[in-house]
Structure formats: structure tokens, C-alpha cells
């Protein structure tokens, strides 16, 4: 999780974060929403899978799925012991072409049709995708195209129950979402896209 924040912090960094728009239309997938569910929710539905280190990550972990049918694309529900706790919360989500890293992803129990998330779904040109997250977008040697989204709410009164006062006035009382989409291609065709969203208080 260490290393998807500080993705998020840089992007946010370069002054392309919207902040008139959550980004909540792309939060979920196959039902499951970002910091609302968790991978056990996940293994309930599509099978037991094998939990695994994220390449690359610092302290995060995830489990995979083939899709099955007449594709090999995969689908990954991240989380990490930072931010998803013991709980296991579900703190972003890929899907991707192919397995070039070779991971140990469990078939689905349920056979998955090609999935989309919102209306991003691979095969999609960058023209498109720019379209369907909007601007301001960054692009990187026209491989990756992203998108931050930056908003934040008042908490219930339920949720401010939850947090201790950090002073004899001072009470915690806004939640800061930032949520990233980014969106890899090959030959100008998306092979990979992933969601991760991050809340603060």
C-alpha cells in the first residue's frame, strides 16, 4: 500500500488531480467496492485463492483469478497490512491481457464473461480511454495513461464516533478520498488497467 500511495502522492504532486470528482463510478468490480469490502468476500464468490506478495510492493499482498472461457485474462484484488489490516480490506484491483509475471492465479469458481469497470474494459484504444476518464489525464511515452481523482465528505456522526479527539477541541471530522486509474497499452491497444483508492482523515 506503501508503494500505491506514493503513486498517488506523485500524481497528485503534478497538478492533474480533479478535485470535482471522486471517481467513484470506477470503485468497483464484479460487485466488490473499494474500502468496502475484503478478499475474504472475494474468495466467498470466486473460490479460495492464493495469497501472494505484490512484485514490487512494500507490505502488500494480493490474491488473482483466470477468467476462464476463451480468454487468459486475469483479474487481481489488492490489499496490504498498512491500510488493509487484518481484515483484509480491498484497496484496489487489476485486469489485465495476460500473466507475464507468472502469477499464482486460481481458476474462478464462477465463469467470468469479459468484464469491464465503468467504461474501461481491455481492448480499448487510448483515444477511448482518455475519453472515459476525462481531463485532466497524465500520459507517460503514450504506454500509460492516469488519472487522479481527489473529493472529500463531512463523516456521520457514527463515523466520528469511531476516532478519538486529537486535542480538547480538535475532532477528526473529514474523510479525503484519492482515488487513481491507470491504464497500460501495447500498440496503442489497453493490455492492463488498475483502480486503487486511498481515505484519510
Avoid at 487484518?86 to 489485465?96: A, N, T, W
Amino acid at each position: 500500500m506503501i508503494r500505491i500511495a506514493a503513486i498517488l502522492i506523485l500524481l497528485a504532486s503534478s497538478g492533474l488531480v480533479s478535485a470535482s470528482e471522486s471517481g467513484a463510478r470506477f470503485d468497483t468490480l464484479l460487485g466488490f467496492t473499494l474500502n468496502q469490502t475484503n478478499l475474504d468476500l472475494v474468495e466467498a464468490k470466486l473460490g479460495k485463492a492464493r495469497q501472494y506478495e505484490v512484485p514490487g510492493g512494500d507490505h502488500e499482498f494480493a490474491i488473482c483469478y483466470r477468467l476462464g472461457g476463451n480468454t487468459r485474462h486475469i483479474v487481481t484484488f489488492e490489499s496490504g497490512n498498512e491500510f488493509g489490516g487484518p481484515d483484509r480490506e480491498l484497496l484496489g484491483f487489476s485486469i489485465q491481457s495476460v500473466n507475464p509475471l507468472r502469477l499464482p492465479c486460481s481458476k474462478s469458481a464462477i465463469l467470468l464473461p469479459e468484464i469491464a469497470v465503468a467504461n474501461l474494459s481491455l481492448g480499448m484504444t487510448q483515444s477511448d480511454f482518455k475519453a472515459a476518464l476525462g481531463e485532466p489525464f497524465q500520459t507517460d511515452s503514450e504506454k500509460v495513461i492516469s488519472r487522479v481523482y481527489s473529493s472529500q465528505r463531512t463523516l456521520s456522526p457514527s463515523e466520528k464516533a469511531r476516532f478519538p479527539e486529537i486535542g480538547d477541541d480538535e475532532i477528526i471530522s473529514t474523510a479525503y478520498t484519492t482515488l487513481g486509474v491507470v491504464g497500460r497499452f501495447k500498440n496503442n491497444v489497453l493490455v492492463r488497467f488498475s483502480v486503487h483508492r486511498s481515505v484519510t482523515f
